[in-house]
């Protein structure tokens, strides 16, 4: 009985020093954009500047969310004041040139038209970034639709 036991564990400990081993094994050779292990903490990249220009550039995957094309700093938006209003909002536009949020904005979850902004639409930083000099992670072959309609057959 003794022996049946001491060959029991002694399977056990060499199933799992293999499956450790194996598992090892495939996480080196894993391709990730962090490029180290994952129980290594690499040093961050330099933060991308905020370009500035005012142009907006085209999406890079469909439904993407506006870039913002300014700095926004010191920016208040919370629940007392939302800065990116008083450009944006539909009242504003006229004055200030600015692009007008989109009518979704003013829309709640089923769909009804609101007369002020949609409470769930509020805190644009929860979709909208600004936009940066920073390089692509990932290769993309994005079309924008208006580019594939221009497009010759």
Do not use: W
């Amino acid at each position: 009985m003794k022996r049946l036991m001491l060959a029991i564990l002694f399977s056990a400990v060499a199933i799992v020093g293999i499956t450790v081993s194996v598992a090892a094994t495939v996480d080196s050779d894993l391709a990730t954009l962090r490029k180290v292990p994952l129980n290594q903490e690499p040093t961050p990249p330099p933060m991308s500047k905020t370009l500035n220009t005012d142009i907006i550039p085209a999406r890079s995957y469909p439904m993407q969310p506006p870039l913002i094309p300014h700095k926004i700093d010191n920016y208040q938006v919370d629940v007392k004041a939302n800065k990116c209003m008083s450009c944006h909002a539909r009242s504003r536009v006229a004055d200030t040139q600015a692009t007008m949020i989109s009518v979704t904005h003013y829309m709640d979850r089923d769909g009804n038209f609101l007369a002020e902004l949609s409470p769930r639409r509020y805190f644009c930083q929860q979709c909208h970034v600004t936009q940066s000099d920073a390089k692509l992670l990932v290769d993309t072959d994005f079309t924008d639709l208006d580019s594939l309609i221009g497009q010759e057959p």
